[in-house]
T-cell receptor, first 110, second 113 residues
């Protein structure tokens, strides 16, 4: 059974600090990696994707991928209260289907 | 602006009833998906479709069926609702061939009594 694992949290981070979210996956043939954000009572929305090893930056968000260690992380710099949400990691496996983690709840404290 | 709509935000049904959940997208996407989301379990794929009249089972298809008669519409059917099907149901769509960026509808919270 191919799996994507995330710490469920909640992860509490002071406003202005860096929030670090982690995700591990079991399928070594995985090709693409995604971070979705889901506000309470809302549906998920894509915020970042990464295909290659290393870092990818988009504004305050940085996705990091390490295929050898089978983990992907999301860093949020200068965290804002509006970043409080559940962050879902999704991995496109070798069968081309997305496998979802259960999500990490992030709370940014003013 | 891309849009995926679902027929109901909240639905309450009784055990044994036949339930229809409908999803419509206006982005001309080939792929459409039905998920259920339960606390601590994340998104679980029920069925997906990559073309009209085509369907594929996901991870948890038991107790569900789907219909895709038109490209923009994908329906989820609970043949005989049971209490363990109480959940949030999310529809999504994406371009073919790979399901990378999925656009989600607002969800239907179904309660089966």
């Amino acid at each position: 059974q191919k799996e994507v694992e995330q710490n469920s949290g909640p992860l509490s981070v002071p406003e202005g600090a860096i929030a670090s979210l982690n995700c591990t996956y079991s399928d070594r043939g995985s090709q693409s990696f995604f971070w979705y954000r889901q506000y309470s009572g809302k549906s998920p929305e894509l915020i970042m994707f990464i295909y290659s090893n290393g870092d990818k930056e988009d504004g305050r968000f940085t996705a990091q991928l390490n295929k050898a260690s089978q983990y992907v992380s999301l860093l949020i710099r200068d965290s804002q209260p509006s970043d409080s949400a559940t962050y879902l990691c999704a991995v496109r496996g070798s069968n081309y289907q997305l496998i979802w983690g259960a999500g990490t709840k992030l709370i940014i404290k003013p | 602006d891309v849009k995926v709509t679902q027929s109901s935000r909240y639905l309450v049904k009784r055990t044994g009833e036949k339930v229809f959940l409908e999803c419509v997208q206006d982005m001309d996407h080939e792929n459409m998906f039905w998920y259920r989301q339960d606390p601590g379990l994340g998104l679980r794929l029920i069925y997906f479709s990559y073309d009209v009249k085509m369907k594929e089972k996901g991870d948890i298809p038991e107790g569900y069926s789907v219909s895709r008669e038109k490209k923009e519409r994908f329906s989820l059917i609970l043949e005989s609702a049971s209490t363990n099907q109480t959940s949030m149901y999310l529809c999504a769509s994406s371009l073919w061939p790979v399901p990378d960026e999925q656009f989600f509808g607002p969800g239907t919270r179904l309660t089966v009594l």
